[in-house]
């Protein structure tokens, strides 16, 4: 793939970004001199935990839905992810006035369920296995003629993503590396395009859990390993890489810099406490990441995504 | 005492702003749609949580010592505030590369100790009674010839926390009320002096814990009343007003709405929630005003001044 060959121009994020500005919040960009010092660079933080809904995915959810015909749009949207596309795909529908339903697994926390309701949608539940969510999906589907937007496979979502990344490039000039988490590459993917297309001497990195490191091993073998063992507090990037994003974090991602969940821990608790913002361990990955990076990021102008700040405040990841 | 007879003048502000501007932080202004929806009205929140050290106590204390002569700054600065003036003062005495003397007693909390430090600070420990303490700092200013910054009963202290409100208004236009907590009274003399200066029909109303009540009461009275009980978690609200910032709210403050523990809390993690970002309860005390209010500000502009964001992770009030 050659820049002539991205999926997406720069004209296209540009026009997504049209398509969601009167429903995304154009998000701060944030800096802090002692994160600045424990980073050993010039940091930039774009804040998409002041996203609508508390995370990036609102851009991508909502180029979704308002990309919709009236015929489709009149029918719904379903999806099966529980956790942050879910919320945004449940507000983006709310703002068009179309029914969302999202599949949850039967085990799924209250606290999700409650949230994912809490922006209007209607919650299926199913057997907490891959092949009852698609099943379960397929039934809503032949039931209502929903559209099903997928998490990050799907290039309206790309596009979307990407819209953080241009704004940051827009509001914080001359970055020479941007850092953001990648779990299904949707963020990721939008990001690199993003980049490249903005300013290509700009470097992309991606931060990953050492615990779901496929990403990382996709890169590495040139194929898209998938997800095997999941456990990590970054909760957000427990899913394996999709056809569509994998090649373009191949093309256009510089390194995936690993990192292991005391690291995310300690990084998510310096933003705390020292930017005062609440962000959640995914966004916490990329801090994390930079952190660990510092050697070669020294001095650098640097531009970080946080992706989101939902976090359960009752069960917080230290004392 | 009119208008004409307030103790700062606009022109005083705004020369504040320019001393202390090379230094201090323009705070964001942020918003939140299910913040509105809760409070009924349509609110902009002053993130001096943002602010250097944490908390608008910089503005203050980084005019006071930027105020100082060469002879007089050179020869340092005392306090006995171990909270958010003492971190603020000894982070602007160290700018100005003079000595900060932290008079604290011996069973503060390490980890406030360890802050103070962390600026620079030296801390001279005392016993802990208000008498030890001022002899205590009374033997430091011997010693050394510091200057003693009071940590509101102080112009140039009023002046610096007035910046914040000055920005606001800068920052949001027409607001019709603007609402702020008050303890000892520096930054809410402030928010009412640039307030009344700056937009004389916006109304200033003040948020107080209910259990520390003593402002509330000074304004029924019409005369200073102390803090007798102090038992809040909005522990930077514990002062009894002072000689310079009592008239002030007397004269240019609408209204004391005083707010319960569990109202304060309520607010806190509300605001953690939907505006992710970290406010430390005497923030919220502002945020609960403004909700307890919420029949008579319905639907007006509302400036809130967010005061700080100094928290301690290991012990919140949740959970």
């Known amino acids: 793939m050659t820049a002539s060959q991205t999926p997406l121009c720069l004209e296209d994020i540009r026009a997504t970004a049209e398509r969601i500005g009167p429903f995304a919040r154009r998000t701060s960009v944030l800096s802090s001199r002692r994160v600045n010092e424990w980073l050993g660079c010039k940091a930039v933080f774009k804040c998409e935990n002041f996203q609508r809904t508390g995370a990036f995915k609102f851009r991508g959810a909502c180029n979704a839905v308002m990309s919709l015909s009236d015929a489709e749009a009149v029918r719904g949207v379903v999806t099966h992810s529980s956790g942050n596309h879910g919320a945004a795909l449940a507000e983006a529908a709310r703002l068009r006035r179309v029914p969302a339903h999202v599949v949850m697994p039967s085990n799924a926390p209250p606290v999700k369920r409650a949230a994912v309701e809490s922006y209007g949608a209607n919650v299926t539940e199913c057997a907490p296995t891959p092949s009852a969510r698609e099943e379960t999906a397929a039934r809503v589907i032949a039931a209502t003629g929903a559209t099903l937007i997928h998490p990050y496979d799907d290039l309206r979502i790309i596009a979307g993503q990407a819209t953080a990344a241009l704004e940051l490039h827009q509001d914080a000039s001359d970055l020479e590396v941007v850092v953001c988490p990648v779990g299904g590459g949707g963020l990721a993917a939008g990001t690199a395009l993003a980049t490249h297309l903005f300013d290509p001497n700009c470097k992309v990195i991606l931060g990953e859990p050492q615990a779901v490191d496929d990403a990382y091993r996709s890169l590495r073998l040139g194929q898209i390993v998938p997800v095997e063992s999941a456990v990590t507090i ?16 191949q093309q256009h991602v510089e390194r995936i810099v690993t990192v292991s969940e005391a690291e995310i ?20 990955v990329a801090v994390a990441a930079v952190r660990k990076h510092r050697d070669r990021l020294a001095g650098k102008r640097v531009g970080v995504i946080l992706s989101g700040g939902n976090v359960d405040l009752d069960h917080l990841p230290w004392g």
Chains 1, 2 share one sequence.
């Open 265 to 284: 821990v300690e990084a998510m608790r310096f933003v705390w406490t020292r930017m005062k913002i609440v962000i959640e361990p995914s966004s916490a």
């Open 234 to 249: 970054a909760d957000g990037l427990k899913t394996s890489l999709g056809e569509l994003t994998f090649p373009v974090i």
